[in-house]
């Protein structure tokens, strides 16, 4: 029948104008959306997990980066610690000669030289301090204040008149601090309260 060959020709036709390429609308490689919704999850997570590694990363050198550069900051400032401990007990050798020069040199004695020996012992020490604050060393002054384990070393108790127990009432050896931190530490005498 004349139809039932029209409808042939039809669907001849229209296979026809299907090529090769056209003939399955399907990829060749089927993937499910869950599939590539599982993929997808995978590689958000990974770029999570990579994004908080570099973070971590970036924060572990910038810490680094901090403590070395306080290491260097510190090796600047107290490089000459042990210098200044060296140099502190010439202070303490100067100090004393001056004191006993002082004793020496009355205003009464007729002996210029003892003066001058003095007056040039005092203007020394005095430079000798300056020098010592210019570099950040500087001599503690613990007579009156609170005892400090940090700063103090206690050597006897004295018996408080006047003053309040825990108060450094002497001082035997100077203290020394640079930049703040104690290289030696002051021997003192603390108050103490009198048992009767």
């Known amino acids: 029948s004349p139809c039932a060959f029209s409808t042939a020709a039809q669907q001849r036709s229209t296979g026809d104008e299907c090529g090769p390429e056209e003939a399955s609308e399907e990829p060749k490689h089927p993937l499910s959306d869950c599939a590539l919704e599982h993929k997808a999850s995978k590689l958000e997570e990974q770029v999570r997990d990579l994004t908080e590694r570099y973070r971590k990363a970036l ?22 610690q042990s210098f200044c401990r060296d140099l502190v007990e010439v202070a303490d050798i100067l100090e004393k000669t001056a004191e006993s020069a002082a004793g020496q040199a009355e205003p009464s004695d007729p002996n210029p030289t003892l003066k001058k020996i003095y007056e040039g012992l005092s203007l020394l020490e005095t430079k000798l301090q300056s020098v010592f604050a210019k570099h950040g060393l500087q001599k503690m002054n613990p007579v009156g204040g609170r005892y400090d384990p940090y700063e103090h070393e206690i050597i006897c108790h004295v018996p408080a008149e006047g003053v309040q127990p825990g108060t450094v009432a002497l001082v035997a050896q100077d203290g020394y601090k640079l930049h703040g931190r104690t290289i030696r530490h002051a021997l003192v005498g603390v108050a103490v309260e009198a048992h009767q």
């Open 59 to 80: 924060a572990d050198s910038e810490n680094v980066r901090r403590r070395t550069q306080k290491f260097v900051e510190d090796a600047k400032l107290f490089g000459i």
